[in-house]
């Protein structure tokens, strides 16, 4: 059922087994898996059914780091969260994503990717997928009848990426949680705090207000907390009635190491010339029977191993010719990196690599509350300090240059970048993956991360968090689908932990 926290009478109190708060991936995922079940569940949104600028007005915040993005643009605040507006990539992480890399310092899951597969499977539905080839290029290859580069695989592979409709939360699971009896939707309902008893032993009640301002509580025996990657801490330091240093805080780690995905585009602009070559394997939507799917490119993980690097993908996508290009600021010409195969660049048949990039967890890159700015409900705004560091640099530059070698090897042009070798600024064009993860980290240790294995808030007894903040490293897939499997792993962890 649905209910308008606008037309709540003041001060009630709301009692519940299980409280979720925002209504996005996580928190629709989860409060779908509680459907039929005997708990009563509570899920609380900040926004209504549409998109509302007042009520997005609360996601503005500062951006103090290296790279701004908007804070009021890139998430959304209503029924369907930032699904509103998603476009749909879908891939799992790879094994190595989880693994613990000397050369990558705070990286490494306390889960494999093996913990998850039962639930990226199911995760597919949900994200009305299919079931995509992800292991299997060759039927991918069959199905569309297309031919996938012959690369190196030594130095790169072709991958299969899932293409959901894309999913839109709000709309498609809308009746179903409306018809579920033992669901109570609020709208327009704002967590202000989650407040901890004084005993220190878990959560004892949210205090709530709906948008309109009339206030109210919600008690319930266990909260999950699933606002995004950059409210989840926001609403954690928030949180500051029992530790003032905020929930979950202990060790100073709530709000840092943030990280989002980089991105060039375009990383390289490579002329091809060999007339019969068909690329549409790597650009465009394929439609097969029952599935959507496209191909990118990423290093061979001995690769990445080998020299010490991040992980990658690389999209193609048709551009102008070169010589078309408004160029601004100063492009450095790589086509050098063509040498294994040097040919002269075609002048009017390009193609743009759009590449996206693991960053290096960095604890000073991170989420504080502001001194100075508040929010229509005088709650201090978000500052965001995004750092992407030179190691980040270097492994852009070194993914641009095994793109182009591979390119220059099977003869297919010459490549050119705006990234120079031991550069130390980002090119203009860089842009965030708008993937906002690693604020609340899972960890094997409270000393290490916000939260367990279990998404359980360490020393907290009854509070989880949802979401990719929950991410300690990021790979190079975004980050839905893990996000969607994550949610329904802990749901199944919350299910049978109830007494
Ligand atoms: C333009 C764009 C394109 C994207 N494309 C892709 C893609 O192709 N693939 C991919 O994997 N990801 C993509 N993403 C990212 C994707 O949208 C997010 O990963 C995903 O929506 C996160 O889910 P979530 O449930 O954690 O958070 P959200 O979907 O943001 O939901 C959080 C919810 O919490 C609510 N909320 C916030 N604060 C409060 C509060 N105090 N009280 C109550 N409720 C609150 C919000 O209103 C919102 O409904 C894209 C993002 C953008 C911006």
């Given amino acids: ?35 039929g079940t005997s708990k009563k569940v509570i899920l609380l949104e900040s926004g209504g059914f549409e998109f509302n600028q007042d009520i997005q007005d609360l996601n503005r915040g500062k951006n103090t780091g290296h790279h701004s993005f908007d804070l009021h643009v ?37 889960i494999n990717r ?62 179903e949680l409306e018809n579920a009896a033992n669901i109570d939707i609020y709208l327009y309902a704002n967590v202000l705090t989650i407040n901890a008893h004084p005993s220190l032993s878990g959560i004892k009640d949210l205090s709530v207000t709906s948008f309109t301002g009339q206030p109210f509580t919600v008690q319930a025996n266990k909260y999950i907390l699933a606002t995004g990657g950059i409210e989840n801490p926001r609403l954690l330091l928030l949180s500051n009635n029992v530790y003032p240093q905020g929930l979950g805080n202990q060790n100073d780690l709530v709000g ?123 709650q201090p705004r978000v500052n965001v300090k995004w750092l992407i560091d030179n190691t980040d640099l270097n492994n852009a530059y070194r993914a641009m240059e095994l793109i182009a070698l591979e390119f220059g090897r099977l003869g297919l042009g010459r490549g050119y970048s705006d990234l120079f070798k031991d550069q130390h600024h980002w090119p203009n064009n860089l842009e965030a993956g708008k993937h906002h993860c690693g604020t609340t980290r899972m960890a094997d240790t409270p000393q290490l991360g916000v939260v367990d294995a279990d998404c359980k808030v360490f020393g907290v007894d009854n509070l989880y968090i949802a979401g990719s903040s929950v991410f300690p490293t990021i790979g190079y897939a975004n980050p839905t689908f893990t996000i969607v499997a994550l949610a329904l792993r802990l749901s199944d962890h919350i299910k049978s932990n109830f007494v």
């Fill in 1 to 35: 059922m649905f209910i308008d926290s606008r037309e709540l009478e003041k001060n009630q109190l709301l009692q519940a087994d299980l409280c979720i708060i925002g209504a996005g991936a996580a928190g629709i995922t989860i409060a779908r898996e509680f459907i």
């Fill in 74 to 110: 890139n998430r959304l605040r209503f029924f369907g969260g930032t699904t509103n507006h998603w476009a749909g990539h879908c891939r799992p992480l790879e094994a190595i994503d989880f693994e613990k890399k000397p050369w990558v310092p705070y990286s490494g899951w306390p």
């Fill in 114 to 175: 093996s913990d998850l597969n039962e639930y990226y499977f199911k995760a597919q539905t949900i994200l009305e997928l299919g079931e995509p080839d992800y292991g299997d290029l060759g039927a991918f290859e069959k199905a569309t009848n297309l031919k996938a580069l012959e690369l190196d695989n030594k130095r790169l592979q072709s991958v299969v990426y899932g293409q959901s409709p894309p999913t839109r939360f709000g709309k498609v699971y809308r009746q």
């Fill in 256 to 378: 840092r190491f943030f990280m989002d995905h980089l991105l060039l585009r375009p990383g390289l602009d490579l002329s091809f010339t060999h007339p019969g070559l068909n690329l549409r394997l790597y650009h465009g939507i394929h439609q097969l029977e029952g599935r959507k799917q496209f191909a990118v490119m990423t290093i061979a993980q001995n690769l990445l191993r080998a020299e010490k690097l991040a992980n990658f993908r690389a999209h193609l996508y048709r551009t102008r010719p070169r010589y078309q290009l408004p160029i601004g600021g100063v492009f450095s010409d790589i086509d050098d990196f063509a040498g294994e195969n040097p040919l002269k660049p075609a002048r009017n048949n390009s193609i743009g690599v759009h590449l996206v990039l693991d960053p290096t967890p960095n604890p000073e890159s991170r989420i504080t509350l502001s001194q100075t700015d508040v929010d229509r409900f005088n």
